[in-house]
């Protein structure tokens, strides 16, 4: 099993920043996948962006590319999301997921195991 545990959310102006954490624990695997989701009250789960564990290569949906940048801390197990240049529509509350397979991609099925997620306001 894999535990994975969200933090770093919270409330930011328009253009600020945010990082969030994800911990993971567990049975992991070096070369799994690391997605990141956000889930907009009313609407439905949309893919943020994903880390290859072992490579470090990243994808990123088109409407935080440029702006959020996800990285890892292998040595701790954690991810990273750096949002910057935040706008009032990133409000959501936000997941980490991880697909040990290794396969990634924009699917939520393609995910396994998921965070509890973390809330992120932002104020205009």
């Known amino acids: 099993q894999v535990r994975l545990v969200e933090s770093g959310g919270g409330l930011a102006q328009a253009g600020g920043s945010l990082r969030l954490s994800c911990a993971a624990s567990g049975r992991t695997l070096s070369y799994y996948v690391m997605g990141w989701f956000r889930q907009a009250p009313g609407k439905d789960r949309e893919f943020v962006g994903y880390i290859r564990w072992d490579s470090g290569m990243t994808l990123y949906a088109d409407s935080v590319a440029g702006r959020f940048t996800i990285s890892r801390d292998v040595s701790k197990n954690v991810g990273y999301l750096q949002m910057n240049n935040l706008k009032p529509e990133d409000t959501a509350t936000y997941f980490c997921?991880?697909?040990?397979?290794?396969?990634?991609?924009?699917?939520?099925?393609?995910?396994?195991?998921w965070g509890q997620g973390t809330a992120v306001t932002v104020s205009s």
């Open positions: 997921a991880q697909d040990p397979t290794g396969g990634g991609g924009k699917l939520r099925r393609n995910y396994d195991y």
